[in-house]
């Protein structure tokens, strides 16, 4: 039986040192009130920058160029949703419009955090991006039994 891998984007919108973060809003407890990245799955057909793209709009109301994001870590994960998945980290530091919460029903709040300063109650996939990228490491491992 094959196995399926779901591909997510995650957005790092950066700037002073800062990225923004959204607290979630989950019916699943696990995931309820802890923060994490814009990010989503790809759509069919859509590729990994368009769906960056995509996702920051969708969430958070900017608009990005594809040319100004830039990959910064691929983490590949386990145990952090149904199915295992493929996360690809963007970060970007030029966008036209002010992060807003365009999803109010999924998302509580928007509040930026210095990168050095992230918060204790993180999504452990969002978290294991950031700090994967923050390493200098190109790709990750989260949930995989060694």
Known sequence: ????????????????????????????????????????????????????????????????EPGDLRHVHTLHASGSGVEPR????????????EPVNREPEKCSELRWFGLDALPEDFLSYSAAGITGHLAGESFGLLGWAP
């Open 1 to 64: 039986m094959a196995d399926r891998h779901l591909i997510d984007v995650h957005v790092l919108l950066v700037r002073d040192g800062k990225v923004l973060l959204s607290r979630r809003r989950d019916a699943d407890p696990r995931f309820d009130g802890l923060w994490h990245l814009p990010s989503g799955k790809l759509d069919a057909g859509e590729s990994v920058l368009d769906g960056a793209v995509r996702e920051a709009a969708e969430e958070v109301g900017v608009v990005i």
């Open 86 to 97: 493929l996360g690809l980290f963007f970060e970007v530091r030029r966008w036209s419009g």
